[in-house]
């Protein structure tokens, strides 16, 4: 038996109209960010789809009636297409599935709720190993029909970029807050350090390389210690298994 995911935190970057800064794409649920901070409270999530589903798709619908499809260059197909089936077209390499189960068992140990500059630093130097074994991804299977194997193949690539993402902003934010807990800094748990890291962190990958920011937190109604928390008698604990 062990713990899964229930929530993502983190995710794409939209404003109030559910717009991303791709244009023309807009985003709403828990592929988004921003709506709960550092901890989604149950039954939350639920209405957070409704509340901005409803906004994006109207959005959508409407930027929709007034655009045409426009033009994909053929360059841009074909390097898309090569992409996704390199692995298809590999007869050696590494086994996508292996991989797969190596990027989660690291996620599992060291970039879970429970963290530390070790096990993350250690946890990015493989995933920095896997990124780089991303073009040498093979299937023993060569059908496109239902290739569960072709698909964790590309699975695998998304999935390391984003766990280097994650553990890259796990490093850098040196604090304890609601769902991240980092051990080497357990100061000001469960509520975090809002003097020094009142802030967002915005991570971007460009050209392979990932670069962060801190975006200071607009706090526009209540700021941090303008509101009385009570205290219960059950106290938050932290269990490493
Ligand atoms: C066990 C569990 C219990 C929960 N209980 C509650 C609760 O009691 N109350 C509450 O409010 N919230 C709860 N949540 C959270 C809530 O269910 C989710 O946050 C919410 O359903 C997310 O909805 P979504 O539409 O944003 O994303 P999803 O429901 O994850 O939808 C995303 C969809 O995109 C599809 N997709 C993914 N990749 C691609 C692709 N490349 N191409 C095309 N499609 C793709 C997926 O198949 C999926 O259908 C719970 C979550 C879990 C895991």
């Given at each position: 038996m062990k713990p899964t995911a229930?929530?993502?935190?983190?995710g794409v970057r939209v404003n109030v109209d559910c717009?991303?800064?791709?244009?023309g794409l807009w985003a709403a649920g828990e592929?988004?960010?921003?709506?709960?901070?550092?901890n989604r409270l149950g039954g939350n999530a639920q209405a957070e789809c409704f509340v901005f589903g409803k906004i994006a798709g109207e959005q959508a619908a409407a930027r929709a009636k007034e655009i045409d499809f426009g033009q994909v260059e053929e360059e841009v197909i074909v390097r898309e297409k090569e992409k996704v089936f390199a692995s298809l077209n590999k007869?050696?390499?590494?086994?996508p599935h292996k991989l797969k189960e190596q990027i989660q068992d690291l996620m599992m140990e060291y970039v879970g709720p429970l963290r530390n500059e070790e096990g993350l630093n250690l946890a990015m130097n493989y995933f920095k190993d896997i990124g780089d074994k991303k073009d040498l991804l093979f299937t023993t299977g060569k059908s496109r029909i239902m290739n569960i194997e072709w698909m964790e193949a590309i699975e695998v690539c998304n999935m390391v970029d984003l766990a280097m993402v994650m553990t890259s902003g796990a490093l850098l934010r040196e604090e304890s807050r609601e769902s991240h807990y980092r051990e080497d800094f357990?100061?000001?748990?469960?509520?975090?350090d809002n003097e020094n890291w009142g802030v967002e962190t915005v991570v971007k990958l460009k050209n392979g390389e990932i670069k962060i920011d801190k975006v200071p937190v607009e706090y526009d109604e209540i700021k941090p210690g303008e509101f009385e928390v009570k205290k219960v008698d059950v106290p938050y604990q932290t269990f490493r298994a």
């Open positions: 229930l929530f993502q935190n983190g717009e991303t800064t791709l244009p592929v988004t960010c921003g709506i709960h901070g550092a007869e050696q390499g590494f086994h357990p100061e000001h748990f469960p509520y975090g």
